[in-house]
């Protein structure tokens, strides 16, 4: 069965260093999503791509953040500097087509700011 | 801030109890999804209500989705240790995609 695959599975890093996660889509999934879930809350859009293009990043923290699918396939999450309060799981998804899809969760990646 | 809210938060239940879990929006939502995430998991697809007042089973669930489409229930027949696990709703606003807080659930053998 097609899974999401994301890279890595954890990371630890001091506060103003730079930290990319990657995330590879189910073959054929148009939409992607990258969330952040802190401890005890439920999943919070960071992004939604449709294909290459982003369709909402009003809840990214631009300041900081960046994210980016190039080819419309795989995509890259960044954060620079990183902060304390940047510690939790995030979580990339995908799904056929937006609104209304199921998303199919990756693993995640666990990120601790020291 | 967050519109989906879920309650209670936490529930625990002795095995073969039944379990309910209440999902409200701010506003109407197009359609609504359930997840189900065990610990240290991911979210994981359970279901997705389309029609106003619709009502769908899978063995032990049953997953309603309210007459004016901001508020849906998950109810477990019979808890089993297998459902433990923290229970999503999911949902699209506008062209907005949002969580609900989850309800965690925890089953005592």
């Known amino acids: 069965e097609a899974e999401v695959a994301q890279s890595p599975r954890y990371k630890i890093t001091e506060k103003s260093q730079a930290v990319a996660f990657w995330c590879d889509p189910i073959?054929?999934?148009?939409?992607l999503y990258w969330y952040r879930q802190i401890l005890g809350q439920g999943p919070e859009l960071l992004v939604q791509?449709?294909?290459?293009?982003?369709?909402?990043d009003s809840q990214l923290p631009k300041d900081r953040f960046s994210a980016e699918r190039l080819k419309g396939v795989d995509s890259t999450l960044k954060i620079q500097p990183a902060e304390l309060g940047d510690s939790a799981m995030y979580l990339c998804?995908?799904?056929?087509?937006?609104?209304?899809?199921?998303?199919?969760f990756g693993p995640g990646t666990r990120l601790l700011v020291l | 801030g967050q519109q989906v809210m879920q309650i209670p938060q936490y529930q625990h239940v002795q095995e073969g109890e039944d379990f309910t879990t209440y999902c409200n929006s701010s506003?109407?939502?197009?359609?609504i999804q359930w997840y189900k995430q065990r610990p240290g998991g991911h979210p994981v697809f359970l279901i997705q209500l389309v029609k106003s007042g619709e009502v769908k089973k899978q063995k032990r669930l049953t997953f309603q989705f309210g007459e004016a489409k901001k508020n849906s229930s998950l109810h477990i027949t019979a808890t089993q240790t297998t459902d433990v696990g923290t229970y999503f709703c999911?949902?699209?606003?506008?062209?907005?995609?949002?969580f609900g807080t989850g309800t965690s659930l925890t089953v005592i053998p």
């Open positions: 999911a949902g699209n606003t506008g062209n907005q995609f949002y």
């Open positions: 791509f449709q294909d290459e293009s982003v369709v909402d």
């Open positions: 073959s054929g999934h148009a939409t």
């Open positions: 506003t109407t939502l197009s359609n």
């Open positions: 998804a995908s799904s056929l087509s937006p609104y209304g899809e199921t998303q199919y």
